[in-house]
Protein backbone atom coordinates (compact mmCIF):
# COMPACT_ATOMS: atom_id res chain seq x y z
CA UNK A 1 0.00 0.00 0.00
CA UNK A 2 1.26 3.20 -0.52
CA UNK A 3 1.60 6.24 1.57
CA UNK A 4 1.67 9.14 -1.26
CA UNK A 5 -0.89 10.83 -0.54
CA UNK A 6 -2.10 11.40 -3.85
CA UNK A 7 -2.36 7.98 -4.47
CA UNK A 8 -4.66 7.16 -1.58
CA UNK A 9 -7.32 9.90 -2.36
CA UNK A 10 -7.33 8.42 -6.21
CA UNK A 11 -7.83 5.12 -5.04
CA UNK A 12 -10.73 6.44 -2.84
CA UNK A 13 -12.67 7.99 -5.46
CA UNK A 14 -11.98 5.36 -8.02
CA UNK A 15 -13.09 2.77 -5.24
CA UNK A 16 -16.28 0.45 -6.65
CA UNK A 17 -19.33 1.08 -5.47
CA UNK A 18 -19.50 -1.66 -2.94
CA UNK A 19 -16.22 -0.43 -1.33
CA UNK A 20 -18.00 2.94 -0.84
CA UNK A 21 -20.75 1.35 0.45
CA UNK A 22 -18.66 -0.05 2.77
CA UNK A 23 -17.54 3.29 4.59
CA UNK A 24 -20.98 4.34 5.12
CA UNK A 25 -20.83 3.04 8.42
CA UNK A 26 -21.47 5.20 11.40
CA UNK A 27 -21.43 4.22 15.38
CA UNK A 28 -23.91 3.33 17.47
CA UNK A 29 -25.58 4.76 20.54
CA UNK A 30 -24.16 3.37 23.62
CA UNK A 31 -27.54 2.00 24.02
CA UNK A 32 -27.48 0.08 21.02
CA UNK A 33 -24.05 -1.17 21.60
CA UNK A 34 -25.17 -2.80 24.50
CA UNK A 35 -27.93 -4.51 22.58
CA UNK A 36 -26.32 -5.72 19.53
CA UNK A 37 -22.73 -6.23 21.11
CA UNK A 38 -21.22 -4.13 17.31
CA UNK A 39 -20.06 -0.68 17.83
CA UNK A 40 -21.27 0.62 14.48
CA UNK A 41 -23.32 -0.18 10.73
CA UNK A 42 -23.98 1.40 7.47
CA UNK A 43 -26.03 3.95 7.59
CA UNK A 44 -29.27 3.36 5.89
CA UNK A 45 -32.78 4.79 4.94
CA UNK A 46 -35.22 5.57 7.81
CA UNK A 47 -32.12 5.02 11.04
CA UNK A 48 -32.72 7.55 13.38
CA UNK A 49 -29.77 9.44 13.77
CA UNK A 50 -27.99 12.52 15.53
CA UNK A 51 -25.01 14.85 14.14
CA UNK A 52 -22.10 14.60 16.36
CA UNK A 53 -19.74 17.58 14.65
CA UNK A 54 -20.18 20.79 13.01
CA UNK A 55 -22.85 23.18 12.26
CA UNK A 56 -25.46 21.16 12.81
CA UNK A 57 -24.40 19.49 16.22
CA UNK A 58 -26.62 17.72 18.44
CA UNK A 59 -29.98 17.74 15.84
CA UNK A 60 -31.34 14.22 15.20
CA UNK A 61 -34.01 13.28 12.74
CA UNK A 62 -34.40 10.78 10.21
CA UNK A 63 -32.17 9.54 7.46
CA UNK A 64 -33.75 10.86 4.48
CA UNK A 65 -31.20 9.59 1.63
CA UNK A 66 -27.90 8.09 1.55
CA UNK A 67 -25.48 9.18 -1.41
CA UNK A 68 -23.14 5.78 -1.52
CA UNK A 69 -20.62 8.07 -4.44
CA UNK A 70 -20.11 10.62 -1.93
CA UNK A 71 -20.55 8.96 1.20
CA UNK A 72 -22.41 11.53 2.31
CA UNK A 73 -26.63 11.37 3.67
CA UNK A 74 -29.37 13.91 4.30
CA UNK A 75 -31.46 14.55 7.29
CA UNK A 76 -35.21 15.48 7.82
CA UNK A 77 -35.25 18.86 9.01
CA UNK A 78 -31.89 19.47 8.32
CA UNK A 79 -31.90 22.30 5.45
CA UNK A 80 -30.06 25.84 4.23
CA UNK A 81 -31.36 28.43 2.67
CA UNK A 82 -30.38 28.87 -0.86
CA UNK A 83 -29.85 32.74 -2.03
CA UNK A 84 -32.05 32.64 -4.82
CA UNK A 85 -34.67 31.55 -2.43
CA UNK A 86 -35.82 27.67 -1.36
CA UNK A 87 -34.50 25.51 1.05
CA UNK A 88 -32.14 22.62 -0.17
CA UNK A 89 -31.14 19.54 2.34
CA UNK A 90 -27.89 19.49 3.98
CA UNK A 91 -26.13 16.00 3.33
CA UNK A 92 -24.14 15.37 6.31
CA UNK A 93 -20.90 12.71 6.39
CA UNK A 94 -21.76 9.01 7.77
CA UNK A 95 -18.41 9.47 10.00
CA UNK A 96 -20.36 12.55 11.60
CA UNK A 97 -23.28 11.13 13.16
CA UNK A 98 -24.60 8.37 15.69
CA UNK A 99 -27.18 6.29 14.77
CA UNK A 100 -29.91 6.19 17.64
CA UNK A 101 -32.47 3.62 16.14
CA UNK A 102 -32.11 1.18 13.35
CA UNK A 103 -34.86 0.06 10.55
CA UNK A 104 -35.45 -3.27 10.86
CA UNK A 105 -37.59 -3.81 8.48
CA UNK A 106 -35.06 -5.62 6.23
CA UNK A 107 -35.07 -9.00 7.11
CA UNK A 108 -31.48 -9.39 5.65
CA UNK A 109 -30.42 -6.55 7.58
CA UNK A 110 -31.65 -8.05 10.94
CA UNK A 111 -30.15 -11.33 10.12
CA UNK A 112 -26.95 -9.91 9.24
CA UNK A 113 -26.84 -7.80 12.66
CA UNK A 114 -27.59 -11.01 15.00
CA UNK A 115 -24.99 -13.16 13.22
CA UNK A 116 -22.66 -10.33 14.11
CA UNK A 117 -24.16 -10.32 17.27
CA UNK A 118 -23.15 -13.83 17.83
CA UNK A 119 -19.80 -13.66 16.61
CA UNK A 120 -18.45 -11.39 19.36
Known sequence: MSSKPSKIRKKLF???IHAKSKRLSSRL???????????SI???KDDTVRIMRGEYKGIEGKVTGVDVKTG????EGVTRE????????VKIHSS????????????????KLEARQKGA
Open 82 to 89: KIAGGTIP
Open 72 to 75: RITI
Open 42 to 44: RVR
Open 96 to 111: KVMIMSLNLDDKWRKD
Open 29 to 39: SNELVSRYGVR
Open 14 to 16: EAP
